[in-house]
């Protein structure tokens, strides 16, 4: 049996047999549900339990797995309906228990699955994240918080849930229990925490045991529903809608029939990549509720519901060499440079390591800065690697390790100032000028700023040229520098000054998130602007004046006061050549779209649907996030026009038919036809 921490190969798992491999899938299974601090990659766990089931079907360990462990005994736990003496990090026994999902890999056990459900579907992402559960009190208020524990028994941690976005702490139909996934969006997770923590799960999963619930308000977690208990509603888009009634986000659904469902898992498959957290399949399950009492559950799994899992997209490839990344926060960061790789149709060849302890959790052997001894992970070690949630490049295990050095670097690689380790991160007292620092600031600008055409290649070039060393120099180039640059031709050099220019003007919002204070993202950026609406009231803002915003704890609010500060001369000079716009009051602005919501659905032809939403909202109409009988035009972009004509539907699409069947909803139009609007609107 392998030893504890050090995971399995995929082809130890297959050697592996059927005691050993029982004993592993318990073990882990219980890291993962019990401890939150899984030694391996789901893929792998899954392998394990498929494996089990080939060489002893009927084995109890299967049984156990994420379900009801029979023997366990839990005298110690609590009725849900004893809520109001109930403390965080007690123990209480689910009305329900919360079970796991059968798994499948194919269409065949799809259409099995259909075969026994004789009813229409309702498909969901399987939302990777954590599982809770919510209860409201006979007058709607929030009364109890639990996560899902080992399904039967969970731990309160009722005010820690109340900082997740997306839980109401009243809603209007009384005495329902809530369930589903709390996940850390992964927009969050890379820009605040890629650097130091391995994946969002396990950051979830942490932040939602704080014992301070301001910790756990300041990672910024989400929540998606996924079922309701206690009302009587017929089918799951009866389901659905009763969340969003009350005030939760569910998880979004298609209905669809057997012979539908292999085409919307590859059409999901593909809109996975667009979710701002991290799946694992799709979650089929019985469409009409009356079913799923009569098809019931087993120990582990009800037999309603299905999870189609993605194939875990995992190849194995040769460690090449390690570079050192300078992060914008000042931090020297490992990226491991690998032979080239397919993964899920994108070839990887660079992957972050993030830090220096996920370099030792990998090679199982500690680090020391100049020493020059042989270390597992160094070039020719062989690595499994991933696209976490199908996007995120990400080393799984090391499976064979190398035998060569791995030297940390003594000095910044940029600007040469002498590291140090603190805590797991490589970081360094940079330099002024250190040019790495300077360069990732230029490449944050543009890009948050959507700077057509700066890409990370032309901003190197300008910043090694001393054409561009921080924001404001963006503005003042001229056609001349960039013609003096290599491989630039005139045209290209008049398109870039056209899309410079283009960005002159900055909505207050946009200039904050671009000037890459650590833990100033979109988000904060859109509270902040919208609660000061000018630059100079948010610069004198008092430390009081920020702690008093949701959301702000008084390091964030420390960290931007010092942020600010640190950046006088970037942020003046830069306002001495944008101009900032005050972002919108929140009662809309009023104009010639008064009245009128616009949603969009599909890629967009012709320009960013957020540059869409912009010009609506400037013409005084909204932008609702979903469908809804009030909704005044639903756009579909020109890409997906052609696919609708042929019959295809999104779960937005599909919802505003429904709605236009019964006389109410939005006129459904094509990107032109959005176009031709705006054009009258704007005359
Ligand atoms: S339906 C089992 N739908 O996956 C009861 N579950 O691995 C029916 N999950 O315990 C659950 N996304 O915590 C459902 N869209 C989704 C889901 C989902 C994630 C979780 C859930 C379940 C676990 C099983």
Redesign the pocket.
């Known amino acids: 049996m392998p030893e504890h921490g050090t995971p399995p190969t995929q082809i130890e798992i297959l050697a592996m047999d059927a005691e050993t491999l029982e004993l592993e899938v318990q073990r882990h299974d219980a890291l993962y549900h019990e401890h939150n601090q899984p030694e391996i990659p789901d893929t792998l766990f899954d392998l394990m339990v498929e494996r089990l089931r080939q060489l002893r079907p009927d084995s109890p360990a299967l049984l156990r797995i994420?379900g009801l462990d029979p023997d366990a005994s839990h005298d110690n736990a609590a009725s849900p309906d004893d809520a109001e003496q109930l403390h965080t990090g007690d123990k209480v026994r689910h009305s329900v228990p919360?079970?796991?999902?059968e798994k499948c890999y194919s269409e065949q056990e799809l259409l099995r699955f259909f075969e026994r459900i004789e009813d229409d579907a309702v498909a969901?992402?399987?939302?990777?994240?954590v599982?809770l559960m919510i209860r409201y009190d006979h007058q709607g208020r929030l009364l109890l918080g639990a996560t899902?524990g080992d399904g039967r028994v969970g731990e309160v941690i009722t005010e820690n849930i109340r900082r997740v976005q997306g839980i109401p702490h009243h809603i209007d139909t009384p005495g329902l229990e809530v369930?589903?996934?709390a996940y850390l969006p992964l927009s969050t997770f890379r820009q605040r925490f890629a650097e130091q923590f391995a994946n969002p799960r396990n950051l979830t999963a942490g932040s939602l045991k704080q014992k301070d619930p301001q910790r756990t308000a300041e990672v910024g977690l989400r929540f998606?529903a996924?079922?309701v208990l206690g009302s009587d509603e017929k089918t799951e888009t009866d389901k659905a809608a009763l969340l969003e009634r009350i005030g939760f986000t569910p998880?979004p659904g298609s209905r669809c029939t057997a012979a539908e469902g292999q085409a919307l898992f590859d059409r999901l498959s593909t809109e996975r990549a667009s979710l701002d957290y991290e799946t694992d399949g799709i979650?089929y399950?019985a469409h009409t509720v009356a079913r799923h009492a009569v098809l019931g559950t087993t120990a582990h799994?009800?037999r309603w519901?299905i999870?189609y899992k993605y194939q875990g997209e995992s190849g194995i490839t040769r460690f090449a060499d390690i570079e050192w990344s300078v992060s914008r926060t000042g931090a020297i960061n490992p990226v491991a440079i690998v032979d080239p790789v397919s993964l899920s149709g994108v070839t990887v060849q660079r992957i972050s390591l993030h830090n220096l302890g996920i370099i030792e959790k990998l090679a199982g052997q500690p680090l020391t800065i100049g020493d020059n001894d042989a270390y597992p992970l160094s070039s020719g070690a062989r690595l499994l690697v991933t696209r976490r949630g199908g996007v995120i490049p990400h080393v799984e295990e090391l499976m064979e390790p190398g035998s060569n050095t791995f030297n940390i670097p003594t000095t910044c690689p940029s600007c040469g100032a002498p590291t140090e380790r603190r805590e797991d991160l490589l970081m360094a007292d940079h330099r002024e000028d250190c040019a790495t620092t300077g360069q990732r600031r230029l490449r944050h600008f543009a890009d948050v700023i959507d700077a057509e055409g700066f890409g990370p290649k032309l901003l190197a070039q300008l910043y090694d040229n001393n054409l561009a060393t921080e924001p404001a120099d963006l503005y003042r180039l001229n056609r001349t520098d960039l013609i003096s640059l290599e491989r630039m031709g005139e045209k290209s050099a008049d398109n870039l000054l056209a899309a410079i220019e283009a960005r002159r003007t900055l909505p207050l919002d946009t200039f904050l998130a671009a000037l890459g204070i650590p833990g100033l993202g979109r988000t904060l950026a859109r509270t902040l602007a919208s609660r000061f609406r000018t630059w100079e009231h948010l610069r004198n803002a008092s430390r009081e004046e920020l702690i008093a915003i949701d959301g702000i704890a008084e390091v964030l609010a420390d960290g931007l006061r010092q942020g600010f500060e640190d950046l006088t001369p970037v942020i003046d000079n830069l306002l001495g050549v944008v101009q900032l716009t005050e972002v919108e009051q929140e009662s809309p602005a009023s104009g010639p779209l008064d009245g009128q919501s616009f949603l969009f659905t599909g890629t967009l032809e012709t320009m960013k649907r957020a540059d869409a939403q912009a010009r609506v909202r400037t013409l005084g109409g909204t932008t609702p996030s979903g469908v809804s009988k009030d909704l005044t035009w639903l756009v579909i972009g020109d890409a997906d026009l052609e696919k609708f004509r042929a019959g295809w539907r999104s779960s937005k699409l599909k919802k505003a038919e429904t709605l236009r069947d019964s006389g109410e909803g939005p006129e459904i139009i094509g990107e032109s036809r959005f176009l031709a609007l705006l054009e009258v609107a704007e005359a």
Do not use: N
Not at 124 to 129: A, R
């Open positions: 994420g919360m079970l796991s999902l969901t992402p399987k939302v990777d994240g599982a899902r369930r589903g996934e998606i996924y079922d998880a979650v399950k799994h009800p519901a999870a």
